[in-house]
């Protein structure tokens, strides 16, 4: 991700933590925490291979940005706007983050971002203080109140827990046949199946029988469908991925 790009931070100014790992968190919060501004966490790591966190870790992240007065700051860009399930995903951890960035599936495929402050700290930036060209468009804002309207106000979220414990079935499944899926991980419609090896083929072989998916971190496969997509639209992908192993022997 950094490739091409010049140092943003100075290598002394930030830390980079391994996930779920509460001792090394609280090491640098013990070693560093008077320092520090704010902690950021992608809940789900998307393009880190849907790697998700546990709930103990991110309790702990909490607590100790209270002890230390450190902004809790979570990236719900992929999986915000119902991705997990519910309408944010840090309320899968039961705990509330001190800003939020958005944007996918605020804009339904159109383009926005955004970020959700808490009250708290909404007055340090005065109205026109900040601001970038084509920040707070009409159209756009119009665009992600409709999305989130809609499906607040159609019920879309409630189907999602049937059918991500669908997909987890056909997919674990397909670990249990195939020795080259290591893994099957995620919340709600946001799942990752992680192989033994680059899934590049797998996604040109998907995509050629009508089946769009993609890869990330180079072997995991990520599977975003529609969040309000039917339980025989999902049977019928996952057919298509079932059939594109059957016929790769070197997933055998």
Known sequence: IHSGFGPLLRPEDHAYLP??????????????????????????????????????????????????????????IQTGIGRTGKLFCFENYQITPDIMALAKGL????????????????????????GSTFSGGHLATRVAFETV?????????????????????RLNALKSKYKSVVDVRGIGLHIGVELNQPCADVVTACRENGLLINCTAENTIRIMPPLNISLERAAEGLSILEKVFAANTALH
Not at 34 to 49: A, R, S
Request: glycine share 8%.
């Open 19 to 76: 996930r779920n790992d509460i001792d090394i968190l609280e090491k640098e919060f013990e070693e560093n925490g008077t320092n520090l501004c704010g902690l950021f966490i992608e809940l789900i790591q998307g393009e880190g291979g849907i790697n998700v966190m546990d709930q103990a870790f991110m309790r702990r992240c909490r607590e100790l940005c209270d002890e230390y007065d450190v902004l809790l700051v979570a990236d719900e």
């Open 149 to 169: 309207k809609i499906i607040m106000t159609r019920d879309i979220l409630k189907n999602i827990p049937a059918l991500s414990d669908y997909f987890f079935q």
């Open 107 to 130: 804009g339904n495929g159109f383009p926005i971002g955004a970020i959700v402050v808490a009250e708290d700290y909404c007055d340090y930036l005065q109205r026109g203080q900040h």
